[in-house]
């Protein structure tokens, strides 16, 4: 039974930092594309950062480069995800899920069978 499990949300004020971690378990090897989804009340859930097994490849939405780091250690089949200089529009339910499909120009829930965690909470006070 494969699960994935989310832990470091929070809230912080306007410029704090946050690390979310990703644990995923049962999972028939280790070498998978990870990434992070957000989902804010009333929006659309959106890819937030996504990293390729090797780790070579990583995609970052537009809103969040430069600010959020993914990074990854595939013997412990964790994702973790540094987030610097919130913003309000950073709060959001944030879910790490696995495996996921990456490009420079976005990332998904894979095509296939795909595992999510149960979220979560980052609010960023302004």
């Known amino acids: 039974q494969v699960q994935v499990v989310e832990s470091g949300g929070g809230l912080v004020q306007t410029g704090g930092s946050l690390r979310l971690s990703c644990t995923a378990s049962?999972?028939?090897?280790?070498?998978?594309?990870m990434g992070w989804f957000r989902q804010a009340p009333g929006k659309e859930r959106e890819g937030v950062s996504c990293?390729?097994?090797?780790?070579?490849?990583?995609y970052y939405a537009d809103s969040v480069k430069g600010r959020f780091t993914i990074s990854k250690d595939n013997a412990k089949n964790t994702l973790w995800l540094q987030m610097d200089n919130l913003k309000p529009e950073d709060t959001a339910m944030y879910y790490c899920?696995?495996?996921?499909?990456?490009?420079?120009?976005?990332?998904?829930?894979?095509?296939?069978?795909?595992?999510w965690g149960q979220g979560t909470q980052v609010t960023v006070s302004s």
């Open positions: 899920a696995v495996p996921v499909t990456l490009s420079n120009s976005y990332c998904s829930g894979s095509s296939g069978p795909n595992y």
């Open positions: 049962g999972l028939p090897d280790n070498n998978n594309h």
């Open positions: 990293i390729s097994w090797s780790g070579l490849r990583t």
